[in-house]
């Protein structure tokens, strides 16, 4: 059975091409011209397995409204196809499951291609579900707790998760923040790596852990790991986590059994080494075993010059040991700064603090006690906060925009190179107030962002005009203000202030203004030009009728161009470039016709209003009533009768969004014949006057007798209403 695809255009002919086409291709195809039939089709059609759709459909739903309102009931490929290559219009369907874009007249091969693709990654991600069905499966019955949240959010939990947070079912935990489900004390760290996990697209193999709180209260440590996946059309983190709360506990209890051991043993954290009169080690904590790399048992006796080795950190030359001074001097000696231990496995050390003579009840000095601990990380943290602040330094210096901290009072505490530049004049601008230094003012600004920052506790922004002194003029700048907190109480401490010149943008907004206005004047230019172009056509058609006399008849042929040639006569006349006025295009429509195509007098009673019409639906009613005059010259007019010809305008209006409209067409003469059905048309005359009535979502209805009287009634789509001219 051949594959069926729906195609949905609302232009009737280029349905009809793109329909022969594919059908070329062993392909069965169905035709929509609206969105709202699309729907309805594949509703009521199940064969229905792929969509060929157009983006602008005219009147009604477009064709990304219709492909989402289609996605929520069938789950079908569809492929987009557009005359346009904007971004915007490519951007509408990025939201949309779609498999391809397809720019119309891009030829056969590329479109038949992007179906046959289409089809392909369809079947392919039907085999994709299928396989997270059977994950799904596998989650479910799995014994570790499993559970995806999406922006915080739980949106699925697996049996192993519910009952871990001492739930009796899914819905009492779907929808609730991940967050409310674990210990404050974890949240920051969780935060990072999520949105880590956000960032990257990558998991996060390495198990944490943290303290879940169950729905009674109760707490229960776990280890967990995540990893990003796409769920419910977004993506989203699978947690898995792994109850360890037994072995927290286990731990907990050795934690404490060692500590009650360490506090009997060593009544401080620092190494601790002590000797006896003659400078030999006597005693070791664990801290000095392993900063010297020495087991007690092994530098018992010996020379602690052998055990404790130390030199000076800038000169790398072996420094004389504390020990020897305190015994000559009997007082407590500190430790020169940057004194570096050298360990046994040859491991460096950056140590501090003293050494002390131990004295007898008699002030007899019988050793030397030694305190020291390592001070390594100070001095790296000491270390990396100075480079973070030269880090610093150089990315604001680096940054374009003028960047100036302030405090809660607007005092600036910081200004990049940039904002220097802008105020050179006013150097040094550290310690004064913004409104002076950047704004030359005595008090604070009306529009200043920086105090509303400061009030709402958000970043705020304001585009405001600043007199620049070294360029003579007043610039536009655009102010962000951020604000900053102390880490721990959350307090502002002050913002950020970030400045961007935007003059040359606001210049750019006025040349852009100026470049529309041009664009209107190239359009009438444009309509002026196809105007002329069309009527050289409809003459050569002339002369070649002429020529050929009796022969071929390409009346017709020169009737619709003329129709079309006057709607651009009337856009290059009109001060709107998508408007044209309805009687007057209609009297030259019908003027022309039967002054190029009739011997007699005919008579034009033309009862329509003045008014707008949309281009689009003008041309299509343009077509209309020429082919309607066309055929009243040709079958309709009697010799005998007065020629007259009569066309009007009602318009229905109604409590609806649209309004109707009626048109209605006679002629006197002959009556129209019996035989002919104009529901099922032979002539293409007729055939395209039904066509072109369906894509103005209309009917057609025609009096036969005793003259035609033929009525179109159609409606406008919303927000191109015919107005008053």
């Known amino acids: ?93 990025e939201t949309i499951t779609a498999y391809g874009y397809v720019v119309k007249n891009t030829g056969e091969t590329v479109l038949i291609n992007a179906i046959k693709m289409a089809y392909r990654l369809y ?53 609730m923040s991940v967050l409310d489900r674990i210990d ?117 006796g010996k020379d602690l010059e052998e ?24 007082r407590t000696v500190g430790l020169n700064n940057h004194t570096i231990l050298v360990s046994r496995n040859g491991a460096e050390h950056q140590i501090a603090d003293s050494a002390a003579p131990i004295k007898d009840s008699s002030d007899t000095i019988s050793g030397v006690v030694l305190v020291f601990r390592d001070v390594t990380e100070e001095y790296r943290k000491a270390r990396e906060l100075e480079e973070s602040r030269d880090f610093l330094d150089a ?34 601008v550290i310690g004064r107030k913004c409104f ?61 202030e970030f400045v961007r010149d935007i003059t040359e943008r606001k210049n750019a907004e006025k040349r852009l203004l100026n470049a529309v206005e041009e664009k209107e004047l190239l359009m009438k230019e444009l309509n002026h030009r196809v105007k002329n172009n069309l009527a050289i056509i409809s003459s050569l058609l002339q002369i070649e009728t002429s020529r050929l006399g009796s ?48 011997d007699r007098t005919i008579t034009i009673h033309n009862d329509i209003e003045n008014i707008l019409v949309p281009t689009k639906p003008a041309v299509s009613l343009g077509l209309i009533i020429n082919e309607i005059a066309v055929n009243a010259i040709k079958h309709g007019f009697k010799k005998d009768i007065k020629a007259e010809f009569s066309v009007s305008l009602d318009r229905n209006s109604n409590n609806n969004e649209e309004e109707e409209y009626l048109l209605t067409l006679s002629n006197t003469g002959a009556p129209f014949p019996e035989d002919v059905d104009i529901h099922n048309p032979r002539s293409l005359g007729l055939q395209l006057v039904t066509t072109l009535c369906d894509q103005l979502d209309g009917s057609l209805s025609l009096q036969k007798s005793p003259y035609p009287v033929f009525q179109v009634r159609f409606r406008i789509e919303e927000g191109t209403h015919l107005q008053a001219g």
């Open 1 to 93: 059975m051949p594959k069926k695809i729906l195609l949905v255009e609302d232009q009737a002919i280029l349905a009809m091409t793109e329909s022969r086409m594919i059908e070329k291709h062993g392909y069965t195809v169905v035709t929509a011209f609206t969105g709202e039939q699309a729907v309805a089709i594949v509703e009521n059609d199940q064969d229905i397995d792929l969509i060929l759709m157009d983006i602008n459909l005219g009147r009604g739903m477009d064709g990304t409204e219709a492909a989402q309102s289609i996605l929520q009931k069938r789950l079908l490929p569809i492929i987009f196809l557009s005359s346009y290559t904007d971004p915007e219009v490519v951007q509408k369907t």
């Open 123 to 175: 079947n392919s991600f039907k085999k994709e579900q299928e396989s997270e069905t059977r994950f799904r499966s596998m989650v479910e019955n799995s014994p570790d707790p499993m559970f995806i949240h999406i922006d915080f959010k739980l949106v699925y939990l697996n049996p192993a998760a519910i009952h871990l947070l001492g739930a009796s079912s899914e819905e009492e935990l779907i929808g």
């Open 184 to 300: 404050e004390a974890f949240h920051e760290n969780a935060k990072l790596r999520i949105k880590r996990m956000y960032s990257t697209h990558k998991a996060m193999s390495n198990r944490i852990e943290q303290q879940y709180i169950r729905l009674d209260g109760s707490k229960v440590w776990v280890e967990v790991s995540g990893i990003p996946i796409h769920y419910q059309d977004s993506i989203g983190i699978l947690t898995t986590v792994r109850d360890i709360n037994e072995r927290k506990i286990k731990e907990q209890l050795l934690r404490e059994s060692r500590e009650n051991l360490r506090i009997t043993l060593n009544s401080i954290g620092d190494a601790v080494i002590s000797t006896n009169i003659d400078g030999r080690v006597v005693r070791m904590n664990p801290v000095a075993e392993q900063l010297t790399g020495w087991k007690l048992e092994e530098a018992r």
């Open 307 to 330: 055990v404790f080795i130390i030199m000076d950190g800038s000169t790398r030359e072996k420094s004389v040991n504390p020990v020897k001074h305190v015994l000559h001097s009997g």
């Open 395 to 428: 990315v604001f210096s680096s940054i374009q925009d003028g960047v100036s901290v302030l405090d809660t009072d607007l005092t600036i505490k910081y200004a990049n190179p940039v904002m220097e530049k802008w105020h050179q004049e006013k150097m040094p």
């Open 436 to 496: 002076r230094a950047f704004h030359d003012t005595d008090s604070e600004c009306k529009a200043c962002p920086s105090l509303r920052c400061m009030e709402s506790g958000k970043a705020e922004m304001d585009v405001l005009q600043q007199y620049s002194e070294t360029e003579k003029r007043n610039n536009w700048i655009e102010v962000y203000s951020y604000p900053f907190r102390e880490k721990d109480t959350g307090k502002i401490r002050g913002v950020i």
């Open 551 to 598: 022969d071929i008849d390409l009346s017709d042929i020169i009737s619709r161009i003329d129709a079309i040639r006057i709607i651009h006569e009337k856009l290059y006349q009109s001060d709107k470039i998508t408007h044209i006025k309805l009687k007057d295009y209609i009297q030259d429509l019908l003027e022309t016709v039967f002054s190029s195509f009739s």
